[in-house]
């Protein structure tokens, strides 16, 4: 359930820049979302209309992309999507001795709307 204050804290983002661009309607927020930070786009869909009413948002649609996990093997320097098949190791030198560059992000990568006329 903590996809709830993700959502308000995205909706309050998104509508500051919307005024701050001198949008009078919000059509279409765009959020990246890290494989890794435990948010749930499907809760993050659901929740959103219930956080955008009586807003400058409540008319838009959010679009929600991923973001893939990707780590740096510190050995050889390999960047590489972890997986089960390697047993999570870099597949170009089997080091466990990585750091994850990728995938804990959430971001608000684009905010689309009408400018007040």
């Known amino acids: ?3 709830m ?3 308000a804290r995205l909706c309050d983002l998104a509508a500051k ?3 701050s661009e ?3 309607k919000v059509t279409a927020i765009h959020a990246d979302i890290g494989q890794m930070t435990g948010i749930v786009p499907f809760y993050m869909q659901k ?10 948002l409540s008319e838009a649609e959010l679009v929600i992309g991923i973001i893939p996990v990707t780590a740096l093997c510190n050995t050889c320097k390999t960047e590489y999507t ?4 390697h047993d999570y190791l870099c597949p170009a030198c089997k080091s466990g001795d ?5 995938g804990r992000e959430f971001l608000l990568t684009k905010v689309k709307g009408e400018c007040e006329e």
């Open 1 to 3: 359930m903590h996809e």
């Open 82 to 85: 972890p997986d089960a098949e």
């Open 17 to 19: 820049t919307a005024k």
């Open 5 to 7: 204050s993700y959502v």
């Open 22 to 24: 001198g949008m009078a």
């Open 47 to 56: 929740y959103f209309k219930t956080a955008a009413k009586n807003t400058i």
């Open 98 to 102: 990585c750091k994850i560059i990728k």
